[in-house]
């Protein structure tokens, strides 16, 4: 982590679970963090814990839900404003809709996709486009997410296709070999890891 002392990282999903876990170990680990989630309140607690452990980082909430394209570039644009902008994407915030594809409701499909996969998509294009403009040669973006997309059996696999990062690491893709391979069409680093399947690594 020693390259990372005072560099920027903005986590998706930061008021709960897995996201929470990754601002705190971030911060005391000397990042700036800036956690993104609807429950900005959950967010202000972990930077009042932070600092009163005395965490190397700091945590930063912004308030924003990522179905929202507004929401992103302003988290974006206020993160380049008061911290010199990001370097890190964790894209972490997910829902789950606990019924099959055959059963579940057209609003929990539309907030699974908006969520999932069209709110991680505009996160990370915008935070790319941002990288670029500032020059930053080794952002990391990290997409957290699950093997399928409902529960409990019928999964539904949608390819994500191309996406223009440095180096993206994706948990539980369902073709997450093949996503190396076409990231590195596009001509960057790509890493994919499911939990029981391996690992795929490729490079440009
Ligand atoms: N837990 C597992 O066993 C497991 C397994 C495989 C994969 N995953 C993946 O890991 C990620 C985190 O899972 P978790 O178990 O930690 O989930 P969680 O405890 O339910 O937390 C979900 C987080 O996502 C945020 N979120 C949801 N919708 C959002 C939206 N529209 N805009 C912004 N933030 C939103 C929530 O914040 P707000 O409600 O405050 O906005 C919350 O911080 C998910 O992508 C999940 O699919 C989890």
Redesign the pocket.
């Known amino acids: 982590m020693e390259r990372w002392q005072g560099r920027v990282a903005i986590v998706?999903?930061?008021?709960?679970?897995?996201?929470?876990a990754i601002v705190k170990l971030l911060a005391e680990n000397g990042m700036k963090v800036v956690g993104?989630?609807?429950?900005k309140e959950?967010v202000e607690e972990l930077a009042v814990e932070a600092k009163s452990a005395g965490f190397k980082g700091e945590i930063h909430a912004f308030g924003?839900?990522?179905?929202v394209e507004d929401d992103i570039k302003r988290a974006i644009q206020w993160t380049r404003e008061k911290l010199g902008g990001p370097d890190v994407l964790v894209s972490?915030?997910?829902?789950?809709a606990f019924s099959g594809l055959t059963e579940i409701g057209t609003e929990d499909l539309k907030k699974v996709l908006d969520?999932?996969l069209v709110?991680a998509c505009m996160f990370t294009r915008e935070i790319v486009q941002d990288m670029k403009s500032r020059g930053v040669n080794d952002g990391h973006i990290f997409h957290?997410?699950?093997f399928g997309l409902f529960s409990p059996k019928v999964r539904m696999h949608i390819l994500r296709g191309c996406a223009p990062v440095p180096i993206l690491f994706q948990?539980?893709w369902p073709q997450h070999s093949q996503l190396p391979r076409h990231l590195c069409l596009c001509g960057w680093k790509a890493r994919s890891e499911g939990g029981h399947r391996g690992v795929a690594e490729g490079a440009a």
């Open positions: 998706t999903g930061a008021s709960a679970g897995i996201g929470a993104f989630a609807r429950r959950r924003g839900d990522v179905r972490n915030a997910g829902v789950v969520t999932n709110g957290i997410n699950r948990h539980g």
